[in-house]
């Protein structure tokens, strides 16, 4: 009925698919013990300081928060070395990101991003009706070379991603700096650090120390990983304070709750605990990828808190074994939406989590030995 009164780039959009929740496979199948390893959340929830601060706010919860975040901005100026004019807060990061395309592109504009990323970068390109320019992947990653010649004059923005979602690769310092030091000065470059807790690798180029040189350079943030808030839902931009106010005229007023905001400086002063967080996923990475080992299974090397494992055997055997875990309480994220058909995202949880997932693929080995 109201079809022809919709933008045309928005009918071609297909939805974000988030990780099926623990209540509906509760619903759909009554399991009892369930072990979700499908959205990348952390194991071990949130930082008691949070839970503290986030109920000694009830009282006021009839009161509207601070439009301007006030103490939260100070946190993330303060933690990052930056003013406080340099940030900007999005509900989660993905609307921060969006907030970008919307700022910066529009009809007839281009926006680069690489094959395997996260799929809100097409969905930001689409919604603004500018046009998405994939460039094809290298070894599962990004091939910033490739990227940089993808740039014409009609290009407005880049996004990338470093650790990777879905794939976890990592791009290394020598490459981004080769890669940023080329960009056209007037072209945005988004980089989104969703999973930078969990990089130990020294070679990793962390963009804060990049902030500075580069004028066009957004960093994109979440507390919804190592933080443990993903139902809270915060994210952040840090760029320069021009770049930063265009941003701020387009978001919204009261986008971060008060819950949100004051888990949020909670858990960024309580850096033990992200400590305690990114260890446990080193064990269970280990515990992982030591597991795809003896069962002969291929995966991705990951730098993130999740892992891609293949099932390349036959066509269609992925979704064959992603069908079979969630009838033992598995679920773990098919990767077909990504044309990753025979893979599957597996995050890292708990040992115990872990060991549920891989006792259940060892006793579906008939199908993929």
Not at 151 to 156: G, H, N, S
Not at 296 to 303: D, M, W
């Amino acid at each position: 009925m109201f079809c022809d009164q919709i933008q045309p780039q928005i009918l071609g959009i297909s939805p974000y698919v988030p990780g099926k929740p623990i209540s509906e496979l509760q619903r759909e199948l009554g399991l009892k013990r369930i072990s979700k390893l499908a959205s990348n959340e952390n194991p071990l929830g949130a930082s008691l300081k949070v839970t503290a601060a986030i109920q000694a706010e009830f009282a006021d919860i009839a009161r509207y928060p601070d439009g301007n975040a006030f103490y939260l901005k100070s946190e993330l100026a303060k933690f990052f070395k930056v003013t406080e004019q340099q940030v900007a807060l999005g509900n989660g990061s993905n609307e921060v990101l969006e907030l970008a395309a919307r700022v910066f592109a529009g009809p007839g504009d281009e926006i680069v991003y690489s094959q395997y990323a996260f799929a809100v970068y097409p969905i930001c390109a689409q919604a603004v009706g500018a046009t998405g320019v994939e460039v094809p992947a290298k070894n599962w990653g990004h091939d910033l070379p490739a990227m940089l010649k993808a740039i014409t004059p009609k290009t407005k923005m880049v996004f990338l991603a470093n650790p990777n979602n879905p794939t976890g690769t990592m791009f290394r310092r020598a490459e981004w700096e080769a890669f940023i030091s080329q960009v056209p000065k007037q072209v945005i470059v988004v980089l989104d650090e969703a999973y930078v807790e969990y990089v130990e690798d020294a070679d990793y180029a962390n963009g804060r120390e990049y902030l500075e040189t580069y004028p066009n350079l957004l960093i994109s943030r979440t507390f919804s990983k190592a933080y443990g808030l993903a139902s809270l839902r915060v994210g952040f931009m840090l760029g320069s304070e021009e770049v930063i106010a265009y941003l701020n005229r387009l978001r919204e007023p009261f986008n971060i709750n008060q819950f949100a905001q004051v888990g949020a400086v909670a858990a960024l002063q309580d850096q033990a605990f992200v400590n305690k967080g990114v260890a446990l996923n080193k064990v269970g990475m280990q515990q992982m990828v030591n597991a795809f080992a003896d069962m002969g299974l291929n995966y991705i090397p990951s730098y993130g808190n999740f892992v891609c494992v293949e099932f390349a055997q036959k066509p269609g055997l992925a979704a064959e074994i992603n069908q079979a875990l969630l009838k033992q309480g598995v679920i773990v994220r098919p990767l077909a939406g990504y044309k990753m058909p025979d893979h599957l995202r597996v995050s890292i949880g708990s040992v115990a989590e872990n060991q549920h997932f891989i006792d259940v693929l060892k006793s579906l080995k008939s199908l993929y030995a």
